[in-house]
C-alpha cells in the first residue's frame, strides 16, 4: 500500500478543554481504500479527535489535511463540504419516514425553487436503491420506513448516504455496538465493501477488538490523549492489540485474577 | 410479530432469506387497512349515517338520509361551514404538531384578529407615538399621529392584520426556538396575551357614549360582500338598493337587456308558481287536517248529522288553487341586482356563498325547496372553498415538497434533521406563522361573512383544532400525520354535535363524551402506529 498520498492527514493535533488536554499531540495518516481502525479505551480521545475531524470542535493546535490541502472548519457543514463524512452511533436516521426520505434529508432533490421545491420522488427511490445496492444491501422497497429496517440496514443506510455525498473520508463511530452477531457481521461486510470501493478512506472507532481484527488494515492506539501505538494487520500480534487497546496495561489472566 | 431485534430467534438459521424478505408480506387490502386513516374514515361514516338518518322528521318514511334535516340543502351549508372552519384552523395546528410544536394561542388569535379586522374596518387605521408636544404650556409629554388613514378597505385590513398575526405568530416561534422553552408554555401565554390585548384593544376604540366602559364587540359593520356599484347612486348594499323607491328600481330595470328581462321574469314566474303551489298544498292539508279532526270528535260523541255533514264536506273538499303572484318590473329589477358584481370581491372570497349556480339549479329540479316554496340555501360558505384550498396546498407542501420532508424530520428526531442540515428553527417558525395565518383567514371567514366581530371569538378553538388533528391521526409527540387524515378529523368533530342533537331519546351534549372517547381512541391507535412504524412492538 503506498505511503505517498493519504487522504487524510493529521499533524500534531492539541485540543484542550480548559486545564484538561483531551489531545496532546496526535498524528494519523489515512489512505484511500484502507480501513484505519482507532482503538482506545474511554477516554483516550478518540471522541474529541472524530469531532475534531467532522467539525464539531475547532482544534487548539495542530492541522488536518485533506487530499492534499489543509483543512479548516466551523462547523459540521464545512468538514462534509471537504468531504469528511461522519456516521455517529445514533445514525442521525428519522425512524418515522422512509429509506428514500432519510438518504436525501436535508440534500433533497427538488424540480424549483427552495423548499417548495417538488421533490423527484421517481429519481431518488432509484438511487436510493442503486446507492445501497452498490455496499451490498438490497431493499425491497425504498419507501419503507426506516424503523422497519434492521439495525444493520439503518447502518449501511447512513454509510450509503454519506458516501453518496461526497464523502472521501468515512469515520464510522462505534458501527457494531448495540446491534445483533448477524448484524455486527453483515455491517462488517459493508465496510469490506465500502473499502474495496477503494477511493474512500475509512476511519472506524471501536471498542470491539475481533471486529477490528477482522477488517482493519493499520492501527492507531490512542491512550490519555496521545498515541501510544500503530501498525499495520500484520505487524501487531493479538496479544498486543489487547494490551494497547486497554491503554497499555497488562491484562493479566482475567480468569485468573477472578479466581484468586 | 417477529421481532425485528432479534434476527437470530429459532435454532436453525433462515436459508436464502434476508432481512428485506421480512417486509413486504401484506397485501394491497391489508395495507390499506393498516392506513391510519382507515380508523377516523370509518367513524365520519357512521356519524354520516346517523345525521342522515335520524334527521329524518318523525312520520316521514324514508330511507333517503338526504330526505332529513342532516343533509337538506340547509343542513348540508350550515354543517359544511362549521366543519370548514373547524378545518382551517386544524390544518394550522396539524402541521406544527407534525413539527413537534403545539399552539395554543389559536383562539386567541382568531379573537385578535376579528378585532384587528372589526376596528380597521369600522374606524380606519391609525398610528400615534408618544412624543414631546409643543403646546401653549411649554414641552409637554403627548401622543402625535404619525399615520392616519381613515377608511381602510378590505385587502388593506387583512393585510394589516396578517402582518399583526404573522408576527405575533414569528414571535411565539422564536421564542420556542431560541430558548427552547416547551411550546406549550409559550403559547398558553400568548393564549392570556392576545385575548387580554384584544379585549383591551376593544375598550379603547369603543368607549360607550358615557365613556364608562366599552363594549368588546364592533357590530353594524355594512355587509361589505355585497356592496354594488349602482348608476346614479355610487356604492351601496345590496339590501339597500332593493329597498329602493320604486322610479329607482324603473331606472334599474330600463337599463336591462330584453334577453335579461326575459330569463328573470321566467326564473321569478317559476318562483312564483312553486310557492303558490306550496301554499295550496299547505292550505289543502290544513283543511283536511281539521275536518278529520272534527270528525274525530263527532264520532267520539256519536253526532251522527254532524258526521254525516263532515264526510259529505270531505267528498267534496275544494280548496281554491292559490294563483301565482304576477311578476312585477320591480321584482325583476330586484333580481337583476342581485347579479350585480361586488365591489369588494376578497370580502366575497372570504364571507360568501360559493357554488350558487348548482344550488339554483337543485331548486329547479326540486330539491332545494323549503317548506314554503322558496329556495333553501343559496349556496356554500366561502369558507368550504377556503379550507379545501388550504386542504391542498398543505397536502402538497407536506407530502410533496423539501419543506414537507423537512417538516417531518424535524418532528420525528430534530437532532437527526439538525445533524443532516435541516434548518429545523426556521421550519418551526414558519409553521406557527402558518398557524398564525390559518387564524387569521378564520377571523376573515367570520368577520365578513358575519359583518361584526367579537373578543370571545374563537374561545376554545385551540384545543379543538389539536383534537381535531389528532381524531386525524396525527402523533403529538410529532413526525406522523397527514393533512388528508386533519381533513378527515376535522369532519368528524364538526359532524359529530349535529348527529347527536337527532338522535332520539338521548341528550344532545352526549356528543362531547363521544368525542372524548373517540380522541382518547385516536390518541391510542396513533401511538400503536407510531410503534409499529419505528419497530417498538
Known amino acids: ?260 | 410479530m417477529p421481532n425485528p431485534t432479534d434476527p437470530n430467534s429459532g435454532n436453525q438459521a433462515p436459508v436464502g432469506r434476508t432481512e428485506s424478505d421480512r417486509l413486504r408480506k401484506r397485501g394491497r387490502l391489508k395495507n390499506l387497512v393498516q392506513r391510519p386513516e382507515i380508523g377516523p374514515f370509518g367513524v365520519l361514516i357512521l356519524l354520516m349515517l346517523a345525521l342522515g338518518f335520524f334527521s329524518i322528521p318523525a312520520g316521514v318514511d324514508s330511507w333517503n338520509p338526504f330526505a332529513g334535516e342532516g343533509f337538506n340543502a340547509l343542513g348540508i351549508r350550515n354543517n359544511t361551514r362549521l366543519i370548514a372552519q373547524l378545518g382551517i384552523i386544524a390544518i394550522g395546528a396539524g402541521l406544527l404538531i407534525i413539527a413537534g410544536e403545539f399552539d395554543l394561542s389559536i383562539g386567541s388569535m382568531i379573537g385578535f384578529a376579528g378585532m384587528c379586522m372589526g376596528v380597521m374596518l369600522k374606524w380606519g387605521f391609525h398610528v400615534s407615538l408618544p412624543w414631546w408636544v409643543n403646546t401653549p404650556e411649554g414641552l409637554t409629554f403627548g401622543w402625535v399621529q404619525v399615520l392616519s388613514i381613515p377608511t381602510v378597505d378590505p385587502w388593506l385590513a387583512v393585510c394589516l392584520t396578517l402582518c399583526f398575526t404573522l408576527f405575533f405568530g414569528w414571535l411565539i416561534g422564536f421564542i420556542v426556538v431560541r430558548t427552547g422553552l416547551a411550546s406549550f408554555i409559550v403559547s398558553l401565554s400568548f393564549l392570556f396575551f392576545l385575548r387580554g390585548l384584544t379585549e383591551v384593544s376593544y375598550r379603547a376604540f369603543n368607549k360607550a357614549p358615557d365613556q364608562s366602559s366599552g363594549s368588546t364587540q364592533v357590530s353594524g359593520l355594512p355587509d361589505i360582500k355585497n356592496i354594488i356599484h349602482l348608476p346614479g347612486h355610487g356604492e351601496i348594499e345590496l339590501s339597500h338598493a332593493k329597498k329602493l323607491p320604486h322610479e329607482d328600481l324603473m331606472s334599474v330595470y330600463d337599463t336591462m337587456t330584453p334577453t335579461q328581462v326575459e330569463s328573470l321574469t321566467e326564473k321569478l314566474a317559476f318562483t312564483n308558481k312553486r310557492f303558490a303551489e306550496t301554499k295550496t298544498q299547505i292550505n289543502e292539508t290544513k283543511a283536511l287536517e281539521s275536518i278529520t279532526r272534527d270528525l274525530k270528535f263527532a264520532e267520539q260523541s256519536g253526532n251522527t248529522t254532524l258526521q254525516e255533514t263532515l264526510k259529505g264536506r270531505l267528498e267534496t273538499l275544494d280548496i281554491p288553487p292559490v294563483t301565482p303572484k304576477t311578476v312585477t318590473d320591480a321584482d325583476i329589477a330586484r333580481a337583476h341586482l342581485e347579479s350585480f358584481p361586488t365591489v369588494n370581491p376578497l370580502a366575497d372570497f372570504f364571507g360568501g356563498d360559493i357554488l350558487e349556480r348548482l344550488f339554483d339549479w337543485l331548486y329547479v329540479i326540486g330539491w332545494n325547496v323549503n317548506n314554503y316554496g322558496n329556495q333553501f340555501s343559496h349556496g356554500f360558505y366561502s369558507a368550504v372553498m377556503i379550507w379545501l384550498i388550504i386542504a391542498v396546498a398543505a397536502y402538497l407542501v407536506l407530502s410533496r415538497t423539501q419543506a414537507g420532508n423537512w417538516i417531518y424530520s424535524t418532528g420525528g428526531d430534530l437532532e437527526a434533521a439538525k445533524a443532516n442540515g435541516v434548518p429545523t428553527g426556521k421550519v418551526k417558525i414558519s409553521l406557527f406563522m402558518f398557524s398564525a395565518f390559518c387564524a387569521t383567514i378564520f377571523a376573515a371567514a367570520q368577520v365578513f361573512e358575519t359583518n361584526a366581530a367579537d373578543a370571545a371569538k374563537g374561545n376554545l378553538k385551540e384545543l379543538e383544532a389539536i383534537a381535531a388533528a389528532v381524531i386525524g391521526g396525527v402523533v403529538l409527540t410529532g413526525g406522523f400525520g397527514t393533512v388528508f387524515g386533519i381533513v378527515l378529523g376535522a369532519a368528524i368533530f364538526g359532524i359529530a354535535r349535529e348527529a347527536f342533537f337527532y338522535i332520539p331519546f338521548i341528550d344532545g351534549s352526549f356528543y362531547r363524551v363521544f368525542l372524548g372517547l373517540v380522541l382518547l381512541t385516536a390518541a391510542l391507535a396513533n401511538e400503536n402506529i407510531r410503534k409499529r412504524i419505528t419497530g417498538g412492538i
Not at chain 1, 500534531?12 to 484538561?20: A, P
Not at chain 1, 422497519?148 to 463511530?173: C, H, N
Not at chain 1, 472507532?205 to 492501527?219: F, V
Open chain 1, 1 to 260: 500500500m503506498s505511503e505517498q498520498n493519504p487522504v487524510v492527514s493529521i499533524r500534531n493535533l492539541f485540543k484542550k478543554f480548559g486545564n484538561f488536554t483531551a489531545l496532546n499531540g496526535v498524528s494519523l495518516d489515512v489512505q484511500a481504500g484502507e480501513v484505519h481502525a482507532l482503538l482506545g479505551d474511554n477516554g483516550a480521545g478518540k471522541s474529541t479527535l472524530i469531532k475534531i475531524l467532522s467539525g464539531v470542535y475547532p482544534p487548539t493546535g495542530g492541522e488536518v489535511w485533506v487530499e492534499g490541502r489543509r483543512a479548516r472548519f466551523n462547523s459540521p457543514r464545512d468538514a462534509s463540504r471537504v468531504g469528511i463524512g461522519t456516521v455517529y452511533q445514533d445514525l442521525a436516521l428519522n425512524a418515522l419516514t422512509s429509506v428514500t426520505r432519510n438518504f436525501f434529508l436535508g440534500r433533497e432533490m427538488v424540480w424549483g425553487m427552495g423548499p417548495l421545491g417538488f421533490l423527484q420522488m421517481a429519481e431518488m427511490d432509484r438511487i436510493t436503491t442503486e446507492q445501497m445496492a452498490k455496499i451490498g444491501i438490497n431493499i425491497a422497497d425504498p419507501g419503507q420506513n426506516v424503523g422497519t429496517l434492521s439495525g444493520g440496514q439503518r447502518q449501511t443506510l447512513a454509510i450509503a448516504r454519506a458516501i453518496y455525498f461526497g464523502a472521501r473520508v468515512l469515520i464510522l463511530d462505534e458501527p457494531t455496538s448495540a446491534l445483533g452477531q448477524k448484524q455486527q457481521m453483515e455491517v462488517l461486510k459493508t465496510i469490506r465493501q465500502v473499502r474495496d470501493l477503494g477511493n474512500i478512506a475509512i476511519i472506524l472507532i471501536t471498542h470491539n477488538e475481533i471486529h477490528a481484527r477482522l477488517i482493519s488494515d493499520r492501527y492507531t492506539f490512542l491512550s490519555l490523549g496521545e498515541v501510544i501505538g500503530k501498525g499495520t494487520a500484520k505487524d501487531l500480534e493479538g496479544d498486543d492489540i489487547k494490551r494497547l487497546m486497554a491503554g497499555g496495561a497488562e491484562i493479566g489472566d482475567l480468569a485468573a485474577e477472578l479466581a484468586a
